[in-house]
């Protein structure tokens, strides 16, 4: 029997018609006389029905059938009996009776259901991958997944861009993360190494005159596991010649709403709203802040700077700042449940956490004796501070300071059901610092990659005051996940020497790590 359609795709549309499907049973029921037997495949499940009054021995077959049996089934498509559809089922309104059926293969008892419901442990699932993969979310993941690539490359080919696929064998070179090594057979103690990113490649591309390239293209970083970090992982890579900026935004937002409507049915507002890197900061703590809710971060520091707090004084004292937020409608939390969130703040590093609550009464803290009224009320203002709110402080380093209420933002918005799950939020993040100062290595490092360009205007101070600089970068977060970043690369050599310099890169080093690239920059790269 040849297969006609999938499982999951017959509908009422297809009443009356004889089909033939493939796939594994998910479930057998034996309901006096007839058998239900649910078949699965790629696509979904439909049920199928085995009357012992139709001719042939296929009833007796059924009984036959166990879970996770591969089977080929033909029957008539037919509607189901009043009162017993399945609205839980797209197929739910019909059903195949069955005339004939056979046994392709069977199948071991699985070590756990293949369905949504059961917990199974991510052990055995990984073991058993081949059976995790059946269940429904995982299929819908791959499904997905090749539905948005397809989409992808449907509206990079409309809007004229290459396909290239650049070598997976190639040279290290320093980009950021530590390099996969793969031994050299034929030139012993020499290796290759795997791409972090097709980079130095595609700057090739686009100085030999393919000015818009992709590919979807696998990455390999050795570096610590995480859950937004694999040592391995596949990205929409691109890259073009004589653009600035703007256009490459305005490219990425058409694209990203061609393909959440082809693949979702969601129209995404364009364009997306755009944050500089400092105030990203400032404002959230954290440079891919999820801009779902509020709970914006307010510096408190010249207010605090006139208390007799001890710890707030003293860390203004020594250059720290004082920073916060108003947690709507919490002045109700418990001393425990205070102390949970100091613990928690504890682990990004705090010293604490400072408290008051803005109730009926006035202001309530063990701290507000150091406070005079107006203070109070200078510091609930800024907060945008209401009764029953509670406001949280966190005095440090300003780094200690961002990385622990951007956390501890996240954790109360989740907990005030803040956040709109099925919502989309996207932000560009623009301007970023070039350069960042690495203290274990006593060096700059790149805070992007060595082939970002600098802003123009800021060329001249990568001697005077390289942290100054800031760079032709931007990253596109969705929902506080950063889902790509890109920049306007280096064209210039001269510009790409001073870059490696600065990187303390010195020139026999570049020589004999990017000799292509700096030589091809002497062949009219283009912008």
Same mark, same amino acid.
């Given at each position: 029997?040849?297969?006609?359609?999938?499982?999951?795709?017959?509908?009422?549309?297809?009443?009356?018609?004889?089909?033939?499907?493939?796939?594994?049973?998910?479930?057998?029921?034996?309901?006096?006389?007839?058998?239900?037997?649910?078949?699965?495949?790629?696509?979904?499940?439909?049920?199928?029905?085995?009357?012992?009054?139709?001719?042939?021995?296929?009833?007796?077959?059924?009984?036959?059938?166990?879970?996770?049996?591969?089977?080929?089934?033909?029957?008539?498509?037919?509607?189901?009996?009043?009162?017993?559809?399945?609205?839980?089922?797209?197929?739910?309104?019909?059903?195949?009776?069955?005339?004939?059926?056979?046994?392709?293969?069977?199948?071991?008892?699985?070590?756990?259901?293949?369905?949504?419901?059961?917990?199974?442990?991510?052990?055995?699932?990984?073991?058993?991958?081949?059976?995790?993969?059946?269940?429904?979310?995982?299929?819908?993941?791959?499904?997905?997944?090749?539905?948005?690539?397809?989409?992808?490359?449907?509206?990079?080919?409309?809007?004229?861009?290459?396909?290239?696929?650049?070598?997976?064998?190639?040279?290290?070179?320093?980009?950021?993360?530590?390099?996969?090594?793969?031994?050299?057979?034929?030139?012993?103690?020499?290796?290759?190494?795997?791409?972090?990113?097709?980079?130095?490649?595609?700057?090739?591309?686009?100085?030999?005159?393919?000015?818009?390239?992709?590919?979807?293209?696998?990455?390999?970083?050795?570096?610590?596991?995480?859950?937004?970090?694999?040592?391995?992982?596949?990205?929409?890579?691109?890259?073009?010649?004589?653009?600035?900026?703007?256009?490459?935004?305005?490219?990425?937002?058409?694209?990203?709403?061609?393909?959440?409507?082809?693949?979702?049915?969601?129209?995404?507002?364009?364009?997306?709203?755009?944050?500089?890197?400092?105030?990203?900061?400032?404002?959230?703590?954290?440079?891919?802040?999820?801009?779902?809710?509020?709970?914006?971060?307010?510096?408190?520091?010249?207010?605090?700077?006139?208390?007799?707090?001890?710890?707030?004084?003293?860390?203004? !004292?020594?250059?720290?700042?004082? $920073? +916060?937020?108003? &947690?709507? =409608?919490? *002045?109700?939390?418990?001393?425990? @449940?205070?102390? !949970?969130?100091?613990?928690?703040? $504890? +682990?990004?590093? &705090?010293? =604490?956490? *400072?408290?008051?609550?803005?109730? @009926?009464?006035?202001?309530?803290?063990?701290?507000? $004796?150091?406070?005079?009224?107006?203070?109070?009320?200078?510091?609930?203002?800024?907060?945008?501070?209401?009764?029953?709110?509670?406001?949280?402080?966190?005095?440090?380093?300003?780094?200690?300071?961002?990385?622990?209420?951007?956390?501890?933002?996240?954790?109360?918005?989740?907990?005030?059901?803040?956040?709109?799950?099925?919502?989309?939020?996207?932000?560009?993040?623009?301007?970023?610092?070039?350069?960042?100062?690495?203290?274990?290595?006593?060096?700059?490092?790149?805070?992007?990659?060595?082939?970002?360009?600098?802003?123009?205007?800021?060329?001249?101070?990568?001697?005077?005051?390289?942290?100054?600089?800031?760079?032709?970068?931007?990253?596109?977060?969705?929902?506080?996940?950063?889902?790509?970043?890109?920049?306007?690369?280096?064209?210039?050599?001269?510009?790409?020497?001073?870059?490696?310099?600065?990187?303390?890169?010195?020139?026999?080093?570049?020589?004999?790590?990017?000799?292509?690239?700096?030589?091809?920059?002497?062949?009219?790269?283009?912008?």
């Amino acid at each position: 029997m040849n297969r006609t359609n999938y499982c999951g795709e017959i509908r009422k549309i297809d009443l009356g018609k004889t089909v033939s499907l493939k796939g594994w049973v998910h479930r057998r029921r034996d309901h006096g006389g007839l058998i239900f037997i649910d078949l699965r495949d790629r696509e979904g499940i439909v049920q199928v029905v085995f009357n012992p009054d139709r001719r042939g021995n296929v009833h007796s077959m059924a009984h036959e059938l166990r879970s996770e049996y591969v089977i080929s089934v033909s029957g008539e498509v037919s509607p189901r009996p009043s009162g017993t559809e399945n609205t839980k089922l797209p197929t739910g309104e019909i059903e195949i009776l069955a005339n004939q059926m056979e046994i392709l293969n069977i199948s071991k008892t699985p070590p756990f259901a293949i369905d949504e419901e059961t917990e199974v442990a991510e052990t055995l699932r990984l073991k058993y991958r081949y059976l995790d993969l059946r269940r429904d979310s995982l299929r819908d993941n791959l499904q997905f997944r090749y539905r948005f690539i397809r989409s992808v490359r449907e509206f990079l080919h409309e809007k004229g861009f290459i396909d290239v696929e650049t070598p997976f064998l190639t040279k290290s070179t320093p980009e950021g993360a530590r390099d996969y090594l793969v031994p050299s057979r034929l030139n012993p103690g020499h290796f290759y190494a795997l791409p972090q990113s097709p980079q130095l490649f595609k700057q090739i591309l686009m100085v030999a005159g393919f000015d818009r390239y992709y590919q979807i293209v696998k990455c390999f970083r050795d570096e610590d596991l995480r859950a937004d970090r694999q040592p391995e992982f596949t990205q929409i890579d691109l890259e073009m010649s004589f653009v600035e900026r703007e256009d490459v935004l305005s490219l990425m937002e058409e694209m990203l709403k061609f393909a959440f409507k082809e693949t979702k049915g969601v129209d995404l507002v364009t364009p997306f709203p755009r944050m500089s890197y400092s105030d990203v900061i400032d404002r959230y703590g954290i440079d891919k802040p999820d801009i779902r809710f509020g709970l914006e971060l307010k510096d408190i520091t010249d207010i605090a700077s006139e208390v007799e707090f001890r710890v707030f004084k003293q860390t203004i !004292e020594q250059k720290g700042i004082v $920073k +916060g937020f108003a &947690a709507k =409608g919490q *002045a109700g939390l418990s001393r425990r @449940e205070l102390d !949970e969130l100091t613990e928690f703040a $504890k +682990g990004y590093g &705090a010293q =604490g956490l *400072a408290w008051i609550k803005v109730t @009926e009464n006035g202001f309530e803290s063990p701290i507000t $004796k150091f406070f005079s009224q107006g203070r109070l009320n200078s510091i609930s203002l800024r907060l945008g501070a209401e009764v029953g709110d509670l406001m949280i402080f966190v005095a440090d380093k300003s780094k200690v300071v961002n990385d622990t209420l951007a956390q501890l933002r996240l954790l109360i918005g989740n907990r005030l059901n803040l956040i709109n799950k099925d919502e989309f939020k996207f932000l560009w993040v623009l301007d970023f610092p070039l350069l960042e100062w690495d203290k274990e290595e006593k060096r700059y490092v790149a805070m992007h990659h060595p082939f970002t360009s600098p802003m123009i205007e800021d060329i001249p101070f990568l001697d005077s005051d390289p942290l100054r600089v800031r760079a032709k970068a931007y990253d596109i977060v969705m929902n506080g996940s950063e889902i790509g970043g890109g920049s306007i690369r280096i064209h210039s050599r001269d510009i790409q020497r001073k870059m490696f310099e600065r990187l303390g890169i010195g020139e026999e080093e570049a020589n004999v790590k990017f000799w292509f690239l700096l030589e091809a920059l002497e062949y009219g790269a283009p912008p």
